[in-house]
């Protein structure tokens, strides 16, 4: 599902993560590892403040492993904790828990150290729609838990999902909206199947999908469709694909609707292999 954010929502889904904020001793961030920049929040930072953070780097196993590492990097030279999982595995969801003790440490060492009793890490997972944290929710607490639908600030009340003994995680899960005002980041978004089909044109997208493969992907631009750049005319590649796969209106004429439908799924189904849409030196 799409949401259209409007500033109402904007502030409602703000004021509803601030608010829960108070009750947790440290954030999970969750993003998108094909995109550790373009499915960030552009005002997380500004709403949890000092807060203890963990970026978790989700989707991992659709990622370029090469890129994610630069990325855990990248974010760990910048002074964050951070793991890259995928929350479909239960493995992988362990190390959440052990970082999420990591993070605390300091914290509940002092407590120790003051005589005090220490309890279970209190969490709450935040996020842009679709990074999967519904389904992070649910696999931590080993069953249905969190509603899959994404309705930015919607107060319902929230219950206590015991993950294991040390940690605790809020059932209801921060939704923000993503820095959907820079084209680029959106067509990222509409790659990775984020931003549905409805808002996004898809010849530009397709467009946008071969320029950004022939920038960083060129190899693998060749294995598919046997090309190595994309023409001045882009015309001309659509052509190229359009005869290579045989995506031909009843005329005999290319398809080019279908041939931008062809690439765009080519992308999302992994058919040009595992693929990160930000590019770490980019960034620096
Ligand atoms: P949200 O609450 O943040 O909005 O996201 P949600 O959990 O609903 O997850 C969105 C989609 O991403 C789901 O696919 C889910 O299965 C998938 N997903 C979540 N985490 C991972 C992961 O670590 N690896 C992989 N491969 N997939 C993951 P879906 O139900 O098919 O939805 P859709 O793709 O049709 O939108």
Redesign the pocket.
């Known amino acids: 599902m799409t949401i259209q954010w409007f500033p109402g929502h904007m502030a409602k889904a703000r004021r509803q993560v601030t608010e829960n904020l108070k009750l947790v001793d440290i954030v999970f961030e969750?993003i998108d590892a094909r995109l550790p920049m373009s499915s960030r929040n552009p005002m997380l930072d500004d709403i949890i403040h000092q807060k203890n953070r963990l970026l978790i780097l989700?989707?991992?196993?659709?990622a370029d492993e090469v890129q994610t590492k630069r990325w855990v990097q990248y974010f760990t030279d910048k002074g964050h904790h951070v793991v890259a999982?995928?929350?479909?595995?239960s493995k992988?969801l362990k190390r959440v828990v052990k970082a999420a003790e990591a993070v605390l440490k300091p914290k509940w060492d002092r407590m120790r150290a003051k005589g005090l009793k220490t309890r279970a890490i209190r969490a709450m997972i935040v996020?842009?729609?679709?990074?999967?944290?519904?389904?992070?929710i649910?696999r931590l607490a080993k069953k249905n838990i969190?509603r899959?639908g994404?309705t930015p600030g919607v107060t319902r009340s929230q219950q206590w999902i015991k993950v294991e003994k040390e940690l605790e995680l809020l059932d209801t899960?921060g939704?923000l909206w993503p820095k959907f005002e820079d084209q680029e980041v959106g067509y990222k978004l509409a790659l990775t199947?984020a931003i549905k089909d409805t808002i996004t044109n898809m010849d530009d997208l397709a467009i946008y999908g071969l320029r950004f493969l022939e920038k960083y992907y060129p190899t693998r631009l060749e294995e598919r469709y046997k090309i190595t750049t994309v023409a001045e005319e882009v015309v001309e590649t659509f052509d190229h694909i359009g005869r290579l796969r045989n995506v031909k209106a009843a005329g005999g004429e290319i398809d080019y609707d279908q041939v931008s439908e062809l690439i765009v799924r080519d992308i999302r189904n992994e058919h040009l292999g595992k693929l990160t849409f930000d590019f770490v030196e980019d960034y620096e």
Do not use: C, E, F
């Open positions: 969750l989700n989707k991992a196993d659709m999982v995928n929350s479909l595995d992988g996020g842009i729609p679709n990074v999967g944290k519904s389904t992070m649910n969190a899959t994404n899960p939704i199947g």
